[in-house]
């Protein structure tokens, strides 16, 4: 299935008229800036090289890490001295407060995302609409409908012809 075909069929089961109201834009935006100065001095990055390596936290191997804390405490004078319980119980805390963080955030944004995806398709295609109205308008001569066309014209997304540079195909030399 096409994905415009998709959005297509989702948008008849989805209204994204959305009219966030200017106080309530204020509010989610200081929200924002509330989580992000809070959370960011917390917060690691990776590269893309580092993100592949090492564990994956599900929710199994989240329990596995609690139950080495506890029983890391319990047998402590059989843990290797290379072993910090200490710092485990702090990575383990961590896990569990960051996690509580994640799932409500990844579900917001996972929510904003469908939702812009649902307006931009309603925005597209009013305006691809708009586009042909103006282009038909000057066509019928109608004044500043040329310019407004031309200027509609040179950012219509997909409306540039790629250029294709012609390969010169290379002759394999003849053996004898």
């Given amino acids: 299935m096409r994905v415009g075909s998709y959005l297509n069929d ?14 309530d834009d204020t509010a989610i935006k ?3 800036v509330v989580i992000q100065t809070k959370l960011t001095p917390y917060l690691m990055a990776l590269t893309d090289k580092e993100r592949r390596g090492g564990f994956r936290m599900g929710d199994k191997s989240i329990a596995f890490v609690e139950k ?9 004078a059989e843990m290797p001295a290379s072993i910090k319980l200490a710092d485990l119980a702090t990575d383990v805390t961590a896990v569990s407060l960051l996690n509580s963080y994640a799932k409500p955030l990844t579900t917001l944004l996972r929510g904003v995302e469908d939702t812009v995806l649902i307006a ?5 295609e009013a305006s691809v609409h708009v586009y042909s109205a103006i282009k038909l308008a000057s066509v019928n001569g109608v004044p500043g409908a040329q310019a ?12 540039h012809k ?7 195909p290379v002759t394999p030399p003849v053996t004898t």
Avoid: C
């Fill in 30 to 32: 200081a929200a924002i």
């Fill in 148 to 159: 407004a066309y031309n200027d509609m014209k040179e950012r219509f997304p997909g409306a």
């Fill in 120 to 124: 931009g398709t309603d925005a597209m």
């Fill in 162 to 168: 790629k250029v294709v540079t012609p390969v010169t």
């Fill in 10 to 23: 989702l948008k008849m089961q989805k209204n994204a008229d959305i009219k966030i109201s200017a106080a």
């Fill in 68 to 76: 080495g804390g506890s029983y890391g405490n319990q047998f402590a």
